[in-house]
């Protein structure tokens, strides 16, 4: 993995969190205003879910290869975007367990701030949600619009990445995570654009067979799940 732009961009965004992180009042600040715009929780309990990564592999990314699959763009695998979701899992989880320290807004239980079931009090950096949405979609750009000259173009990648920073930044408005959280997550995004370019695991990313079936695997592992248990926690 050699280092390009999406490295320093990713080291940037890195650099930018933990700054954040070590200025609190930045992060309480941030909370405040984003926990401001819970204008329906019934709509935020929903959309911000929508980073989860059991609804990413039942819903966004069968969707995203399926408009991929059947319109002009370059056709982009299931198994693609299901590999880069577990890439991204095992990221997000040993960083959670480095920073372990971290502690989530709902820890402090401030009095001003809209808290939304469930609550969870540790582990907050970085967000899961906000790193499986950003970069399942960032991969799935670079890859549906390579070489790609279609109308519209720019205004559909730009839908796509508000769509998917939107999200993340609902797990502030929700009060799961602080800004620092969701940066984080954004220099994982980044990380993963390069990542992907790594010789060695282009065949499972593209063409291994396992990888096909083991991704079909998981996407009806993931509606089981949500289907037998009424929930995805």
Request: with cysteine; hydrophobic share 55%.
């Amino acid at each position: 993995m050699t280092i390009n732009n999406y490295s320093l961009v990713s080291l940037c965004f890195f650099a930018l969190a933990l700054l954040v992180k070590s200025v609190p009042a930045v992060d309480i600040e941030a909370l405040r205003i984003f926990n401001s715009l819970l204008f329906n929780e019934v709509f935020f309990s929903y959309y911000t879910e929508l980073g989860n990564g059991l609804v990413c592999l039942a819903l966004i990314i069968p969707a995203l290869s399926y408009i991929s699959h059947k319109t002009s763009l370059n056709d982009v695998k299931v198994q693609t975007l299901v590999m880069v979701g577990l890439i991204i899992g095992v990221i997000v989880k040993a960083l959670k367990e480095l920073a372990s320290f971290s502690i989530r807004p709902g820890y402090y239980q401030f009095d001003d701030i809209n808290y939304l079931e469930p609550i969870f009090s540790f582990n907050s950096f970085p967000s899961g949600h906000a790193a499986t949405i950003i970069g399942i979609c960032f991969v799935w750009v670079s890859q549906a619009f390579k070489e790609v000259k279609i109308k519209h173009s720019a205004l559909i990648i730009s839908f796509v990445l508000f769509f998917a920073l939107s999200v993340s930044l609902s797990r502030i408005v929700v009060a799961a995570h602080w800004l620092s959280d969701i940066l984080g997550s954004i220099a994982i995004a980044f990380l993963i654009m390069n990542i992907i370019e790594i010789k060695n695991l282009k065949t499972v990313l593209y063409t291994s067979n396992a990888s096909k079936y083991l991704s079909f695997f998981l996407i009806g592992v993931a509606w089981f799940y949500i289907i037998s248990q009424g929930t995805i926690y």
